[in-house]
Nanobody, 125 residues
Framework: QVQFVESGGDSVQSGGSLRLSCAAA????????IGWFRRAPGKEREGVSY????????FYADPGKGRFTISRDNAKNTVYLQMNSLKPDDPAVYYC??????????????????WGRGTQVTVSS
């Protein structure tokens, strides 16, 4: 069964750090580019970051540039999102998914499939 399991979300103070993990099961991770997205309360799901199959290409949405780092370990079938200097704007449920529509903008939600249940990130000021 194809699935993603996100973990690592927690409640931290503003300025703190978290490392999110996205474990893939049921398929070979290194066959796919992977994206991290987030959905804050009352908002649409938005792209956070993207990493290509062999980590050659990485993209970040503006809010996370300079603070977030995406990485992957294909041997462990896992993608990570290191988030530093967390801000009050960062709280959301964070999701990962695999890109299936090549040529689409990396931040386009409809270009991905098999979304996990997400992991909750809370930031207190």
């Amino acid at each position: 069964q194809v699935q993603f399991v996100e973990s690592g979300g927690d409640s931290v103070q503003s300025g703190g750090s978290l490392r999110l993990s996205c474990a893939a099961a049921g398929f070979t991770l290194d066959n796919y580019h992977i994206g991290w997205f987030r959905r804050a309360p009352g908002k649409e799901r938005e792209g956070v970051s993207y990493i290509s199959r062999q980590s050659v290409t990485r993209f970040y949405a503006d809010p996370g540039k300079g603070r977030f780092t995406i990485s992957r370990d294909n041997a462990k079938n896992t993608v990570y999102l290191q988030m530093n200097s967390l801000k009050p704007d960062d709280p959301a449920v964070y999701y990962c998914a695999r890109l299936i529509k090549y040529g689409s903008p990396w931040y386009l939600e409809s270009a991905y499939d098999f979304w996990g249940r997400g992991t909750q990130v809370t930031v207190s000021s």
